[in-house]
């Protein structure tokens, strides 16, 4: 599959994003209520969790009307707590609906399968797999909601401005306010199903504060932030592809750089004594390499002794470098058999730490079994990219195994991602769809028929 082919409808995704978003994120950083899109893409999530423990998955029509009813009443909660003389911030208030909204949403995915992993997919988002009928129907909600805000402009400009001279000319401002944030919740409620969280706030906020802090004109921040929401987004991702990352939290790591480096910018443009602004950015370059080589430093001399840089640990881990040995991976299960201990020893330790364990097991066939033994898709995924090395039609039978009939749309994401990887071509496999939807089923005969030749 090309690079273009993998990452044009992702793009155009971001593309309809960037269009609302910085709109949006102008009125949101002249309200001053920086978090109520945090607060906002937080409490859709939590519709779609809550959903999600009726048996409703994610990315379906049900999940979204969940999610909208949860956003609307958020809305109303922000429009009523705004007050004309208020003792309390109003962003105390979405401060702390954003963390009753992220507890329950942690307490509630608790109880649900593979809740980590529903949480992972509600925070990045799945824009890698997003469709056309997905952008269209973005384009157009969006497009309507802009238009809605363009005939009302006025009100909704001057409350954002200048919300005393909006009391004073009578308007109802908490009306208003109720009909912004619900178009504002209907927008996010749309984004949060491809983007997730994270990045739907970035694209709301760092756009708009290079906009802001460039022009006081309107249209002027308006034409910055499409512009630079363009370019990073195709920057990141044409990182993420390059370098294997992940596509959302890429693209919010190349806004955080880009905004670092207009902030620099204009400190040194905007300095009475530019030569001078620039040697300080200098020093504060070299001092946060310094800072950064002492860190590495240090995590090497506080590193146990046994581990190598290289993260080549002899402890715990060593036993497992030969199948025979995988027994004694746990001493506290002297009596299981081999792959009963490497799906105890894979469980016990977080994500970060399974491809250094798996990396030190050479025994295919002890995979294979752990494989058989276990019926939970992360630890399969995780065996099968390392049976991928060691036995490369057993880890594609794998993968095309958890394609065929994985419950959770993330692990068959990642299945077909290292698949594409060795073919160059997803056959038209829909991750996101279920695996016996009709487009679904010929995509995996093409595979199979893939895999059976090579």
């Keep these: 599959m090309s690079p ?5 409808l ?40 809550v959903a999600f423990l009726f048996g409703i998955h994610p990315q379906t029509p049900g999940a979204y009307v969940f999610s909208l009813l949860f956003t609307f009443i958020g809305a109303a909660v922000f429009s009523l707590t705004r007050l004309r003389d208020e003792r309390i911030p109003q962003e105390a208030v979405i401060g702390l609906v954003y963390a009753l909204a ?4 942690i307490l509630i995915i ?5 809740g980590a992993e529903h949480i992972k997919e509600v925070l990045t988002g799945s824009i890698l797999w997003v469709k056309w009928q997905t952008v269209v129907i973005a384009a157009v909600v969006y497009a309507a909601v802009g238009i809605f805000h363009y005939v009302f402009r006025e009100r909704f400009l001057l409350i954002s401005n200048d919300p005393d001279e909006a009391y004073r000319r009578g308007i109802n401002v908490r009306l208003w306010d109720f009909l912004f944030y619900m178009s504002f919740g209907l927008v996010i409620t749309l984004s949060v199903n491809t983007a997730g969280v994270l990045l739907v706030f970035v694209f709301l906020v760092v756009p708009a504060i290079m906009a802001i802090s460039i022009t006081d004109r309107l249209m002027h921040q308006l034409l910055i932030g499409w512009f630079a929401g363009t370019l990073v987004s195709f920057v990141g991702l044409v990182a993420s592809y390059t370098f294997d990352f992940p596509s959302g939290p890429m693209v919010v790591s190349v806004y955080g750089a880009a905004l670092l480096l207009v902030a620099l910018v204009l400190f040194v443009i905007r300095s009475a004594r530019p030569g001078v602004a620039a040697g300080y950015v200098a020093a504060g370059i070299a001092t946060t390499a310094v800072i950064v080589i002492a860190f590495y430093m240090m995590g090497g001399f506080f590193s146990p002794a046994d581990c190598g840089h290289d993260h080549d640990c002899k402890g715990e881990t060593h036993s497992l470098g030969h199948g025979a040995d995988i027994s004694h991976a746990d001493h506290h299960h002297d009596d299981a058999t081999p792959e009963a201990s490497l799906i105890d020893k894979l469980s016990a330790v977080d994500i970060t730490q399974r491809a250094g364990i798996l990396k030190e097991v050479t025994d295919a066939a002890a995979i294979n079994k752990a494989i058989a033994t276990t ?14 090395t060691l036995d490369p039609p057993s880890g594609r039978a794998v993968l095309l195994e958890i394609m065929k009939s994985g419950e959770i749309p993330l692990f068959r994401h990642e299945a077909m991602t290292a698949l594409v990887k060795s073919s160059g071509n997803d056959f038209g496999y829909a991750p996101m769809d279920e695996p ?19």
């Excluded at 939970?376 to 049976?387: G, K, N, P």
Aim: proline share 2%; net charge neutral.
């Design 436 to 454: 016996d939807s009709q487009g679904n089923l010929e995509a995996l005969v093409k595979w199979n028929t893939w895999n059976s030749g090579k």
């Design 10 to 49: 992702p793009f155009m995704e971001c593309l309809v994003l960037v269009g609302i978003h910085s709109y949006l994120g102008i009125h949101v950083i002249k309200r001053k209520v920086i978090f109520v899109d945090l607060a906002l893409a937080q409490i859709a999530a939590l519709g779609t969790i």
């Design 375 to 388: 019926d939970d898709e992360e630890l399969r995924v995780a065996m099968a990219m390392r049976l991928l």
């Design 4 to 8: 273009w082919k993998l990452m044009m």
């Design 102 to 105: 992220a507890a329950v949403a």
């Design 110 to 114: 608790d109880r649900a399968p593979h």
